[in-house]
């Protein structure tokens, strides 16, 4: 890079970028030319012609070459925000979606409703990851508690850190388990973002998913929905008498999740659109009767 200035830098990222036909060539030129910096965007607008130190370039040349052979600008980062949350990222957590916080925003009024009758609201979510929908929601409902579940250590250990840079360590707990496998006691909300993509579908995703995104996060089975058998099926044993499952589903398997939950007494009481506006979150409830805030 022969001109060392970070506008000139950030041009010549973005410009790299978008030669390779990167999506979203802008955004990404900014993240990666900010975070190697420490600079912010009102440094690129008000200072352009701040030199940068070798270090920096060099840094900044790693991070390009990772975009440019594919990962994804958040695992070159190493987090993500979500629900205004910094999540720090690891190589067996998926990356949390925008998508996904519709799955917050759908829980959280049930949550606040539980709060104000009990002084408190007991969260279990299946396949926590990065612990991104049940630290959102411990961050929003302060007097909520969580246990996040996951098969693999890594993400525990990503959850549980993330939990303690948030400050939220003390309201969150993880137990390692194959679904409801490991799991005692009974919540006022089971929440899950299950993987639900077929399994012959993944090799065809685009690669920045198939080849950075931990496959046992994505991969749902044959129909991908192994995991809606498994909750639908084990809920009950977990669930308070008024409780709900919420959970995230793919964009064209609303009617057959809502079946698979009916077949074992559950009620689907609530859909939710994503940003595109695919039906993306399914609230279920045990009892016709039972008012749901909207
Ligand atoms: C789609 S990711 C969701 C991660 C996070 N909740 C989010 O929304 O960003 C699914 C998660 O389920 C976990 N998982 C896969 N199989 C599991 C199993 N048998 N038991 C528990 N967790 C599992 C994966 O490790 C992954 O973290």
Redesign the pocket.
């Known amino acids: 890079m022969a001109d060392q200035t970070l506008g000139a830098i950030l041009r010549q990222v973005r410009a790299a970028f978008a030669q390779a036909g990167i999506d979203g060539a802008d955004l990404d030129a900014r993240l990666i030319v900010e975070h190697c910096s420490g600079t912010t965007r009102t440094d690129s607008i008000t200072d352009p012609g701040r030199e940068l130190a070798p270090q920096i370039i060099d840094a900044i040349e790693m991070a390009v070459a990772r975009r440019l052979s594919g990962e994804p600008v958040h695992r070159i980062l190493g987090f993500r925000e979500?629900y205004g949350l910094k999540l720090h990222l690891s190589p067996?957590?998926?990356?949390?979606?925008p998508d996904?916080e519709t799955?917050v925003d759908a829980v959280l009024p049930f949550a606040e409703q539980v709060i104000e009758t009990k002084g408190t609201c007991r969260i279990l979510?299946?396949?926590?990851?990065?612990?991104?929908?049940a630290l959102a929601l411990l961050h929003e409902a302060p007097k909520a508690e969580a246990v996040g579940?996951?098969?693999?250590d890594d993400?525990l250990e990503t959850a549980n850190e993330n939990a303690r840079r948030l400050g939220l360590g003390n309201r969150f707990s993880t137990v390692k388990?194959?679904?409801f496998?490991k799991i005692e006691g009974r919540f006022d909300v089971i929440v899950?973002?299950?993987?639900?993509i077929r399994s012959q579908v993944i090799p065809t995703l685009q690669r920045e998913v198939r080849d950075f995104d931990?496959i046992?996060?994505?991969d749902g089975g044959a129909d991908g929905l192994d995991?809606y058998r498994v909750i639908a099926t084990e809920a009950d044993r977990h669930l308070v008498a008024d409780g709900i499952v919420a959970v995230?589903i793919g964009f064209d398997q609303a009617a057959e999740v809502e079946k698979i939950f009916a077949k074992e007494g559950h009620f689907l009481a609530q859909k939710h659109l994503d940003l595109e506006k695919y039906d993306r979150i399914l609230v279920f409830l045990r009892s016709k009767n039972q008012v749901l805030r909207p």
């Open positions: 979500f067996e957590t998926l990356e949390p979606r996904t799955l979510d299946l396949g926590t990851g990065t612990g991104a929908i579940v996951d098969i693999s993400a388990s194959s679904w496998e899950s973002n299950p993987p639900y931990p046992r996060a994505l995991t995230e």
